[in-house]
Structures are given as structure tokens and as C-alpha cells.
């Protein structure tokens, strides 16, 4: 059995999923994040499974997401690296939150997310030391080269230069992995990709994996690719997804 609320953090609403009867536990916690466009109450699947396994959930809305939504696409689009960096500074007060409250057991933190939200997963890895296992569904971590394609915040009629973009997103762009293979490769993580990505290409996840095995950093990846998949999680990756964290948080 599985207890969900809904609560509010600072302004940040967010779905907290529970093992039923332990709120006021001690419990390893996942801090899981929803992709563009999407929102907490939509991938508020992976919440129940995990609390099924244990744990404690925090799964936010972004900003200009769910209740606090954008409802301008074309503003929306405008601003996603800066939503991202916004998932990446809101984290830590998350943390510091459910750590004080004496629910979020500082020594087993684990991050998640699909898409951007795994894109905030591989910032959090990088940014946060607190972070012990990370599991990134879709997303990449190569900040700096990604944000020439997807969703360009900057150029055309966007009126903002790439140095304006590069001084605005400067936390974010600091924990792109091209440089930080052994950081990333120090702790658990867990990466699944559809092949058929047709959003954030497979090649990103697969230029990670290739990377760790080059520099024999691999020991704590687990990779797992679904030949047949695009920009969709499938039921086996909630599966795996669960498992990974059951296993190493």
C-alpha cells in the first residue's frame, strides 16, 4: 500500500508518495523529475511504484509546469534551459527541507527523471555531493553542445546572444559531463534510452556509455537501451528504473 499527498515547498507544489503508515519514517528518498511539458501528476507512476518499494518520492513541477503552468507554448519553448537550471537550483531546497523535517534520510538520496527531468538528474549528479545514485531516463548531461539544437534559448529572433545565453545558464552549463567523466562515473547511475529518440537523440546516451568504457569508469553504469523505443518510457523501464534503486539506494 501506498499514501500520496499533495504538498507545497516554498511555492514548489509537488506529489510526496509514502509506504503506507510510514510519513513520519526515516526513509531513502528519490527526488524524481517530469519532462517539458509534462508534469508531477503524469509521472506520479513512478512515485506509487517506488514508495511500493520503499522509499520516499518527492516528484515537483517544474517551473511554468503543472500548477504553475505557462499556458504561451511559444514561452514556454523560449525558456526550457532556463526551467532546467530552475529544477537544478530548486533541488537543493527540496533536500534541505525533507532532510530538516526528519523524513528524507540525508545518507540515501537518490535522484531521477525522464527527459529534461533526466537532464536535471545529471546536473544534480554533478552539482550536489549528497546525491548517492542517480537514474537519467532520455536525458543527457552534455549541456553545452545539446543547447545548440534542443530548444535554443538564444539566436534567431530570441534576442539573447550566445554569451548572454552562456552568462544566464552558467550553473547549469558548469556540470555539462563532457569534463567530469569521473565524477560521473563514481557513483551508481542508471541510464535507458529508446533508440528511436526522436526529441533527445539515443546518441547522447550511447556517447556517455562509450566515454565511461573508454576511460574504464563504467563499473557503476547501468545502460540499458530499447532498440524499438522513442520518446516514451516504457513499463520495463519503470521496472528497471525500480529495481536499480531497490538494489543500489
Not at 11 to 22: D, E, K, R, S, T
Not at 29 to 35: E, K, L, S, V
Not at 98 to 108: C, I, K, N, P, S
Not at 128 to 145: I, Q
Amino acid at each position: 500500500m501506498v499514501e500520496m499527498y499533495e504538498e507545497t515547498v516554498d511555492g514548489i507544489q509537488l506529489i510526496h508518495a509514502v509506504p503506507a503508515g510510514q510519513y513520519h519514517q526515516l526513509l531513502p528518498t528519490i527526488f524524481f523529475y517530469h519532462g517539458f511539458t509534462s508534469s508531477k501528476e503524469i509521472y506520479s507512476y513512478f512515485g506509487y511504484t517506488l514508495a511500493q518499494a520503499g522509499f520516499r518520492v518527492i516528484l515537483p513541477d517544474a517551473l511554468m509546469h503543472g500548477a504553475r503552468a505557462e499556458t504561451d507554448e511559444n514561452v514556454l519553448l523560449s525558456h526550457f534551459w532556463r526551467i532546467l537550471q530552475n529544477n537544478l537550483t530548486e533541488l537543493a531546497l527540496l533536500k534541505d527541507t525533507f532532510v530538516a523535517r526528519g523524513l528524507a534520510d540525508e545518507q540515501r538520496l537518490g535522484v531521477g527523471g525522464v527527459s529534461m527531468g533526466g537532464m536535471t538528474t545529471m546536473a544534480a549528479l554533478i552539482h550536489y555531493p549528497w546525491v548517492k545514485v542517480a537514474a537519467n531516463l532520455m536525458g543527457s548531461g552534455y549541456f553545452a553542445t545539446l543547447s545548440e539544437r534542443l530548444f535554443p534559448s538564444f539566436g534567431g529572433n530570441s534576442g539573447l546572444s550566445r554569451a548572454d545565453f552562456t552568462q544566464q545558464m552558467a550553473l547549469l552549463l558548469q556540470c555539462d559531463i563532457s569534463d567530469k567523466l569521473a565524477l560521473v562515473g563514481s557513483k551508481p547511475l542508471l541510464v535507458w534510452h529508446g533508440e528511436q529518440d526522436d526529441v533527445v537523440p539515443f546518441a547522447e546516451s550511447a556517447r556517455l556509455q562509450q566515454a565511461l568504457v573508454q576511460h574504464h569508469l563504467a563499473h557503476n553504469l547501468t545502460f540499458i537501451s530499447d532498440p524499438a523505443a522513442k520518446h516514451k518510457v516504457s513499463v520495463n523501464a519503470l521496472q528497471k528504473t525500480t529495481e536499480f534503486f531497490a538494489a543500489r539506494l
